[in-house]
């Protein structure tokens, strides 16, 4: 299948009031390969209604059931496209994301998921350098050969250390996803539970490693919360069991999260968001 503009969709999970949703929502009516947006929300207000209004932005209301994993289901349902990105509300895609994720998933015979690198905002500053990414790229090499991207080993033997993959930076095949693929249960981990899950079927985890959108670091009390009921630590430690050994997985838990430490003032937008779908 030849996917064109038209099949794809950015679909804005958008809760509360933001400061950055018009940014965001600016970013993506800059891409030079102009596709779908809409606007998705469990918490419908008058700033996301009249900023949807002001671009010409459909809004989609999630009156259903209600958590991250539910809203992220219902976005990308609401998109009705064949291939969908949960855009964050906060982030920015550079005008060439659209286009240059077309292209490889166009050159790929069975893609599953497309991604690329991506950078943090952290207040004005936009770093592509710090240890976090550079950790997450090392991880990421293998999957610069393109035969690389089809092997479910290299695929699983990535994921065993961790999840580099950032969340707003990826568009999803949905006939590979299918209806509701992202879990309810878990909060801080269910984008790492996706990649693994589909980490198991034939098919290519395309990869573009050039930064094609930012992801915006907060200080958000739903982050801090999470560490202390340890909520994170349980959900890390509960997907590395899938790939090891109780003591191994618990060694590996340990570190991990000292690795992510210095993301704990953002996370994903999912932590925050977790103050406004409780």
């Not at 349902?77 to 550079?94: E, K, S």
């Amino acid at each position: 299948m030849t996917f064109r503009p038209e099949d794809h969709t950015f679909a804005v999970c958008a809760y509360g009031e933001s400061p950055y949703l018009e940014a965001c929502l600016e970013s993506l009516r800059a891409q030079r390969e102009k596709t779908n947006i809409l606007i998705a929300t469990a918490t419908p207000n008058p700033m996301i209604q009249q900023a949807g209004e002001k671009y010409g932005i459909p809004v989609r209301v999630n009156r259903g059931e209600r958590g991250i994993g539910a809203d992220w289901n219902f976005a990308l349902g609401a998109a009705g496209t064949p291939l969908v990105t949960l855009a964050h509300q906060d982030d920015l895609y550079d005008p060439g994301y659209a286009g240059a994720m077309l292209a490889d998933l166009n050159r790929s015979r069975d893609p599953i998921l497309w991604f690329c690198d991506y950078a943090e905002l952290r207040g004005e500053a936009r770093e592509t350098r710090n240890r976090n990414l550079r950790i997450k790229r090392a991880m990421l090499l293998p999957l610069r050969i393109r035969r690389a991207q089809g092997s479910r080993w290299i695929r699983r033997r990535i994921l065993s250390l961790g999840s580099p993959i950032g969340c707003p930076a990826v568009t999803y095949v949905t006939a590979k996803t299918g209806a509701d693929p992202f879990s309810t249960e878990m909060r801080v981990s269910l984008d790492w539970d996706q990649w693994e899950r589909l980490s198991r079927k034939a098919g290519d985890f395309c990869y573009r490693p050039e930064v094609f959108m930012a992801h915006r670091v907060h200080a958000g009390s739903a982050t801090t919360a999470m560490i202390a009921d340890h909520r994170r630590g349980q959900e890390d430690l509960a997907m590395f069991r899938r790939f090891w050994p109780e003591p191994v997985a618990r060694f590996l838990q340990k570190r991990y999260a000292r690795s992510e430490d210095q993301n704990q003032i953002g996370q994903d937008d999912q932590h925050r968001k977790e103050e406004n779908s409780a």
